[in-house]
């Protein structure tokens, strides 16, 4: 048994040894004198000529002109924050259904434009287009208007 240990151990020890020696083999010991170290001979530099960079293509970009949005009232655009009439706690108007706040989806349930409150796995191609139909519509509402 005492035989094995030792043998354990030495493999151990030569291991360590071996790791450290082959870890430090590109490196140049602290002790070397330093008129034995050659220096790096001097490296022919080109001298640096700027370029100018090249003028940026623009291609034209045919822009489509943004929906108009139809409002009940003059000046009157689309909302940026709801309100929760009941609570008073405001929320960013969503771009996903995952992103709402809960309170909106229960909103959404209560004025009848979903029948109830999805989760996201359950958010399949038809059920994201009932979803986004609903979120359009209750755009319009205007007591969730913050």
């Known amino acids: 048994m005492q035989i094995l240990l030792f043998v354990l ?12 020696y082959s870890s430090n083999a590109g490196q140049a010991p602290d ?8 220096p790096e001979p001097a490296k022919k530099t080109e001298p640096k000529v700027k370029k100018k960079p090249a ?22 655009t689309a909302p940026t924050h709801y309100r929760d009439p009941e609570t008073g706690d405001t929320a960013a108007v969503p771009s996903n259904y995952r992103f709402a706040k809960k309170w909106i989806k229960e909103a959404l349930v209560s004025e009848g434009l979903l029948d109830r409150v999805y989760k996201s796995s359950e958010l399949d191609d038809a059920v994201s287009r009932k979803v986004k139909t609903a979120l ?10 913050a």
């Open 31 to 38: 002790t070397k004198p330093d008129a034995l170290e050659k």
């Open 55 to 76: 003028a940026k293509r623009v291609d034209p970009i045919v822009a489509e002109p943004e929906p108009v949005i139809e409002s009940s009232g003059p000046g009157e």
């Open 9 to 20: 151990t030495a493999v151990l020890v030569g291991y360590v040894v071996y790791t450290f």
């Open 136 to 145: 359009d519509k209750f755009k319009e509402i205007r007591k969730y208007h």
